[in-house]
């Protein structure tokens, strides 16, 4: 399928915000998630929301979605070392398997 | 319980053997995945299974062969893989309702030498 597409790398200094990018393909999609992926780990589902939506904020993490340019944002307030991984954004194919980005790995640095 | 489980979390597996990987989850899950992770790369669809029937083959070759024994259980069936083969093979379930979230297990690592 076409790429969904993210910005490889991310480094911020612990206590600082992060903010994570990504374009996504299928403006069908019903659903748009971030999943984290820990090194030799599976993946683990952050969030998501649903594209009726603008905004979704879940504890220290807020998802912005701008439908009309097919762009989705992970903001993580007060990244602390163990949000260090990769960040996986990923829109619905077929209608429920997923097609992912390419990640955003995120370096927090003390 | 929102846990999938993988077995065995390694495998190493010479070219003319044959194994398997399976996968469980007891959440009432409908649709089961096969998912391919090379390394530094996004996870890749291979396999759907919804209500225990497959529904999308994403033009796997025929020595990845996929069994839904019931609806808790998926396994993944290998013979005669190829080095380029060896990667992360991730297991998801879902409701199996449409765009509905996917939980993954911890991925079984396969290396074929």
């Known amino acids: 399928g076409e790429d969904v597409e993210q910005s490889l790398f991310l480094s911020v200094r612990e206590g600082d915000s992060s903010v994570i990018n990504c374009t996504y393909t299928?403006?069908?999609?019903?659903?748009l998630y971030w999943y984290k992926q820990e090194p030799g780990a599976g993946l683990q589902l952050l969030t998501y929301?649903?594209?009726?939506?603008d905004m979704k904020q879940d504890q220290r993490l807020t998802v912005l979605l701008n439908k009309k340019d097919k762009h989705l944002s992970l903001r993580i307030a007060d990244t602390q070392t163990g949000d260090s991984a990769i960040y996986f954004c990923?829109?619905?194919?077929?209608?429920?398997?997923?097609?992912f980005g390419k990640g955003t790995s995120l370096l927090v640095t003390p | 319980d929102t846990e999938v489980t993988q077995t065995p979390k390694h495998l190493v597996m010479g070219m003319t053997n044959k194994k398997s990987l399976k996968c469980e989850q007891h959440m009432g899950h409908r649709a089961m995945y096969w998912y391919k992770q090379k390394a530094k790369k996004p996870p890749e669809l291979m396999f759907v299974y919804s209500y225990e029937k497959l529904s999308i083959n994403e033009s796997v070759p025929s020595r990845f062969s996929p069994e839904c024994p019931n609806s808790s259980l998926l396994n993944l069936h290998l013979h005669a893989l190829q080095p380029e083969d060896s990667a992360l093979y991730l297991c998801a379930s879902s409701q199996g309702a449409v765009n509905t979230e996917a939980f993954f297990g911890q991925g079984t690592r396969l290396t074929v030498v």
């Open positions: 299928d403006s069908s999609s019903t659903y």
């Open positions: 929301i649903f594209s009726n939506m």
């Open positions: 990923a829109e619905t194919i077929s209608g429920y398997a997923l097609n």
